[in-house]
């Protein structure tokens, strides 16, 4: 919502000022964007497609600056997803023949469910470092680290498997490692005394980018290993593809460029997963670069505020967020030509 309100306020002022960009920019606001975009990103990408538009790059929410996500890592990073994650909702059901509770039979629907929803939340889907940006925005930031780190993270082609575990010990940095699992609905039962005769639950997976949606749900389908319990998918996407962050890269080195000059204290700007979902996924027809980064710092603690309790941005965290969008329409208006990449900053 704050990145709406900001992109809408950085034009604002560019307008006041009499700005004439010399190149075309659109900015896609979708209305449903929190309920999968079916109805406004989609539509609006299939326009600009009816209409024969190709864009240079898509820059939409999805990353930020981290800080303190790492243990050992002291500064924080800026971290530009240059893919996302896939997601399936599947929904899980058992049919029985319904009863009176007094003389329950040896398993129920819910019995059942419940144990097969259990069996997926007690094995993880398998850890895939190596596969994605993340190995990439590691070896960026390895010099970035105190001895010993910068030495593992420097040589992960000995270290991986020791990194690769110590990810997984926080629920944050274990979503990049790994598809996730999250039972998110569960239904049965509407009498105290009946045995139902359905049980139904859903869990939304998260698929990392080294895998697809038919490898995770021959997944599921091995580890839940019961015929009475039916599969329906309600819905999947593959995980979109990586886009470009070489110096060739344009959307790339813009961002990165208007990075470093609104946040002068950053050092590190490397490419990342997004492991939630954006609109910009209803857009790979119109481009092959697609970036996710809000120009706001995010810390651990903040975490669980996005979509939770008392979401909120500071006023001078707006602000920003307004300079760097009104810098970065005028840096991607200025030059057509990637800016070199500076090692040193
Ligand atoms: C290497 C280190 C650390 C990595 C830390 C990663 C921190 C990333 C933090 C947040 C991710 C936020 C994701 C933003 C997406 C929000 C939009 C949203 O909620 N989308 C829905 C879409 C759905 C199709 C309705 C979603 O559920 O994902």
């Known amino acids: 919502m704050s990145l709406m309100c900001a992109i809408l306020q950085a034009l604002e002022l560019l307008l006041i000022r009499n700005y004439i960009p010399q190149r075309s920019f659109f900015i896609a606001?979708?209305?449903?964007?929190?309920?999968?975009?079916?109805?406004?990103?989609?539509?609006?990408?299939?326009?600009?497609?009816?209409?024969?538009?190709q864009l240079a790059f898509i820059v939409d929410e999805g990353s930020f600056l981290l800080d303190g996500f790492i243990p050992n890592l002291q500064k924080p990073f800026a971290m530009v997803a240059v893919s996302e994650k896939g997601a399936i909702n599947l929904m899980l059901q058992v049919n029985m023949t319904p009863g009176h509770s007094s003389a329950p039979p040896k398993e129920t629907s819910i019995g059942i469910l419940a144990a097969a929803v259990s069996r997926l939340e007690q094995t993880p889907m398998p850890n895939m470092f190596g596969g994605g940006p993340l190995k990439m925005a590691l070896q960026q930031l390895a010099n970035e680290f105190p001895f010993p780190a910068n030495i593992v993270l420097s040589n992960l082609w000995l270290f991986q498997p020791l990194v690769s575990r110590l990810m997984e010990r926080n629920y944050i940095t274990n979503a990049l490692v790994r598809t996730t699992t999250a039972l998110t609905m569960f239904n049965a039962g509407v009498k105290v005394n009946v045995i139902p005769p359905v049980a139904q639950a859903t869990i939304n997976f998260r698929i990392h980018p080294a895998q697809t949606v038919q490898e995770v749900l021959k997944l599921a389908k091995d580890i839940v290993a019961d015929d009475r319990i039916q599969f329906h998918v309600l819905n999947a996407f593959d995980p979109l593809p990586v886009s470009p962050s070489d110096d060739q890269a344009l959307g790339y080195q813009l961002l990165r460029q208007t990075i470093q000059s609104v946040f002068p204290e950053v050092n590190i700007v490397a490419p990342g997963t997004c492991i939630g979902n954006t609109d910009s996924r209803h857009y790979t027809n119109l481009t092959t670069g697609i970036y996710r980064f809000n120009p706001i710092y995010l810390q651990p603690q903040s975490f669980s505020s996005i979509h939770g309790i008392n979401e909120k941005i500071s006023v001078q965290a707006y602000e920003t967020q307004v300079k760097f969008i009104f810098e970065f329409i005028q840096n991607a208006d200025a030059d057509p030509r990637p800016v070199p990449h500076l090692h040193e900053l």
């Open 29 to 53: 606001l979708g209305h449903d964007e929190e309920v999968s975009g079916v109805n406004g990103a989609q539509k609006i990408s299939a326009l600009l497609q009816a209409r024969g538009i």
